[in-house]
């Protein structure tokens, strides 16, 4: 079965916004068994919103219109859905009761304007709007769906579960989407590919598609099934690709690289703390942004001037000034430095050149070093990482916590 | 003038994946004096890129195809195009040579698959590709211009500039699109709103799109100009809004945050030195995100437990004991500690709830203090911040920043 979305609102032709709830509306009708095969993105004018709708008429099973339900002369999508389906629009007067009551629960008293969110097209369901203003509705034409949802995404994402996806359920005829998501790390995507193309392409019915993003690659199998269908296929070649993948999979339950390390570290009763010179907090910043991250990240010190480094971590002052700020040397001072400090079991340390100036030949931007201090052993290891100012900071962060979760394994 | 984008490509199509090539293009297009009426995203099916692209030719003066010219049989925009044009698709002998070069220099030899790459559609301009193999192309249809540009934005950015923007200049008629952009901080969305709304609305040929993000709110101004015009009513406009802000408004040239109090610190001559509890690095990696930060910012500590509190910052275990962790107390001794640290003029520190666990009824979840040590004074800012873990975290980040700016001005 087709599905296709409208999103509509000018806001989202200019060069500063995107349709993001598209995204959300695309799982949740996978799961139901329909395939988006188009996104329609267009601007409050009533002319090209209706020409948008008849043309999705022509070729989708289910219509999902977004956005333009809102009270204002720019929102246009009753009257281009009306004029489409050449149904007579009305003002429903429970509709305006309880818009009146909402204002006068807020202490407010409805402005004239508002009406317009009570216009109901002929035969359409209200769908009720829990979170907000304007209601939503749904229509069958000649036995296309066509929902109207309100654009702001928790008002959107609400009606849509409980008003739509029961009705597009019962289109959808049982067919279902099978998915698996593996998380893979410390491989470039190239690498990635050229390791896994010979397996999935073996299986032409699993769609697979990879997403490089910073610091970790993700892989995304999917495959369409009848109703009753098993994703024995699926399961295979999901399995063949995490065997040939090996340890570079660090989650296939759709977990963050930080969530993954975070477990490990937990399971083994440990503790952590950093010390961040080029990234300046974005290694804690992931790692404590899994909830309950202090039950085992103790803290540690931002190091971004040589004075702090060796007020805070201790890193001698000749040492810095033989061997610079970015070498192996001062990476494992500053990693056990920081364990000295908070007396964890683990001090971890970044330095790098992030860029763009305060390169050499001999340090060059993007050359970066992973310290390493714990009971056993002081260590390091170094990366050339490509990209901007950003790009390494993030890559680097994403790199000392791939080297944690080696080590832990 | 109408301009249409159409990204090509089932990816985009998943509930993974945004056309953002599309963002740079409509800036670019808006420039050019064009106005992105429709954006529509279709998979690498013939018929469903053949039918889009009909419907487009009837009702734009441009129209973008993004994506679809790889070497492999989901690539398929090259045969949509000349299927719905009429125009048969030859191979240029003169682009297999310089793709077999292409190879060669990199030690390949050519894979017979990527002769597809050198299919040209009878009529069109070739548009050399200097990042990546697939060549474009620019065709016009009945004075309509259409481009096929490559999908990986690095490759598609150069085309479009070298190749595609000379011609939708000339078909443009000179009409161009000036644009204001103001950034505020310390305001929510509807307290910009009910400031703003009165001004704009008076101006109803200028465009007014707010947008927010997490820390701060972007109002961005646009108006269409005819040749020669110029944008006085923008202007008057812009300035009646910034006055209306006052000193809520901190760039009025698209700076972030950050960029601005850095330029305040430099210009001061003053340092800084921080200290983050719930943040754990966000406000000192959001700090050195500017390049050049090392001349104001030293460093610090991420005292994201007791222990880090009380070792790196010489927090009073009492004081911890009767006040809790977060506290007006412990973030003004978090500032001062930091300050002693590092020598620096300013000690900025951050303590929060920042949940999902570990609120209390007298601290609950999204309760932050910021404090401040200078040379004059120490003081602290109380805030309770909405939303989840993350946009509690990040939003106490910016509102550190927000303080920090209002103090050096």
Redesign the interface.
Known sequence: MKAEIIAIG???????????NS??L??RL?DAGF?????????D?VD?IA??LR?ALQ?SDVIILCGGLGPTEDDLTRTAVAQVLGRPIFVDPDIVESLRRRFARRGYSMPAINERQAQIIQGAEILANPHGSAPGMWLVEQGIGVALLPGPPRELEAMFEAGVLPHVKSLGGGRRQAKVAINVTGMTESEVDSLVAPIYKAYPSV?T?I?ASVGHI?L?L?RWLESGEQPQDLNEVANRIRAALGDAVFSSAGETLEAVVGGLLRKSGRTL??A?SC???????R???V????DY?????????N??KI??CRVPEEMLAQHGAVSPEVAEALAHGTRE???SSIGLSITGVA???GGSAEKPVGLVFVGWADETCTTHWRRMIPGD??TI?ERAAYFALSRLRAFLM
Do not use: W
């Open positions: 000018s806001e989202l032709l200019t060069p500063d916004h995107l349709d993001t995204l959300i695309t799982g996978n395939e988006v095969r188009v996104k329609t993105i267009v601007g004018r090209d020409g948008v043309i070729r769609q598609t997403l993700a995304r999917s703390a950093v961040e990234t300046s907090g974005m290694l804690a910043a790692v404590t942004s909830p309950g991250s202090s990240f103790l803290g540690g010190v931002l190091c971004y001037s004075e702090a007020r805070l400090n908070l007396k860029g763009p100036g100012r950003e900071r």
